[in-house]
């Protein structure tokens, strides 16, 4: 349905003006670049088609990498990959990925559309891949199928420089240096997919093939459990009690401290039923908001679990890590089901602004956080076209690329005040996504979407905002009020369309992209009392540049 069509089941609050006040010289935490982070799994055509073509395809590639997605995501510095999975990572055997690629054995994909997986892309590919995009690899292990040996094999393979049998096994299949992996998961969603555990029986085995992932000379890894769905705030809490941390952060010496230094969760956008989604373009003003809306609670979830984590851990040490996000619809008509491919509109590009809103907000506990997925699969920052060969970038990758000013930025706190324009949706779900019973937030009714997001941050002599007005109908100005500093002549990109339906395709590749914005923004007032105005109009996203002495 188009959105002219649609009868609009909300009420909107009146105010077309939002005012607020930022502190230019009050920079608070730093941004880390890590919660830019991406994800690419064994699934439909994420690595098979998207990342890896094989040698011998026609597509531009570098032993298999396909050129023209490394070329792409260079742009976005994507400052982390996770691999192989997901599910498929706890039914990984590593070493079938490694040696002459037409030795390798095969296996059965059984989460993702039971498809005879090759084993072509490995260790070797995937940290040739990194080396290409210049990212740091986040490599889960399978600790739902494989061995606490396994795993501690894999650290040694991968990191470890001597003459070890691992390490001359390593260099028996081509690369004499050890690389260096920092970011190490410990299985995947263990109360599904992972071995459907208890948080306690998890937290066991997460100390235990912790402790033998170990460091390998001056290769520290950074170990992340395996943590909850959505708003499952109790998980998060046995894993705390698993490092040993009790109520106030005192330890319980020698017992898990150490064994991991962070913690994740998984909170997917899902707006529809979990049987039906609903289409990643064929929507409703209805399911936008229910959509905008879902994507809008992940900042209490974030809160949640971060107050979790301060009663355990009040000196922060412990990280927070959401390494599965996005939007989840059904899969594009005539593709295989479990492939997980949708198309990618306006709407995600705005899920996605709302998200990192929330991200540079908790700056201070979220360290690392993975868009599902890359390329083809679910919110996808680029589609391949099998016919055509072409590379689409969706709107979610422009969000990607015009946030880029924020990694490793302090976050400003961004003070909006009065009312903010709302709409009152009559009758949404609770908190979507996945996981197991009980464990979202809501009842079903009437919920209040704020449809203005904003957020800021400083760094290298300039301020960077991101902009976001939800509502479909009306456009909004915002009006900040600077303090602190002077700034110099602001500039705009603005990213928008017609609709929020707007999607790129391979004959129409720039429906959305970002534009200058022109005379969208202006400073007005002068020294000490300066005001930052920013024009949005319906459905869009800006981020304006804001020059400091
Ligand atoms: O991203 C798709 C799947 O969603 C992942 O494999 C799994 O971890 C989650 O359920």
Redesign the pocket.
Known sequence: MSTSESAVPTTASPTATVEGLVDLELPGHTISRHVYGHFS?H?GRCIYGGFFVGADSEVPNEDGIRLDVVEALKALDIPNLRWP????ADDYHWKDGIGPRDQRPTMVNS?WGDVVEDNSFGTHEFMHLCELLGTEPYVSANVGSGTVKEASDWVQYLTRGDDSPMAALRRANGREEPWRVRFWGLG??PW??GGRMSAEAYGELARTFGTYSRDMGTNELYRIAAGAANADYRWTEVLMKALGRRLGGAEDPGFGNGAFQAISF?CYTVAGSWEEKGSATQFDLEQYYATVLQAQRIEEVLAGHARVMDVYDPAGEIGLVLD?WGTWFDVEPGTNPGF?FQQNSLRDALVASLHFDAFHRHADRLVMANI??TVN??QAMLLTDEESGALVLTPSYHVFEMNKGHHDAANLTVHLRGDLPTRTLPDVRGLGG?GPAGHGLHERGPAELTTVSVSASRKDGRALFSATNLDAEAPVTLRLALRGTTGGRPTARLLTADAPQAHNTPQRLDAVVPRDHGDGVRLEGGPGAQTLVLELPPHSFATVELPLP
């Open positions: 799994e699934l999975g997901g599910c498929f989460h995947n969603e599904g997919c998984h599965e997980l599902a997925q699969v679910l996945h």
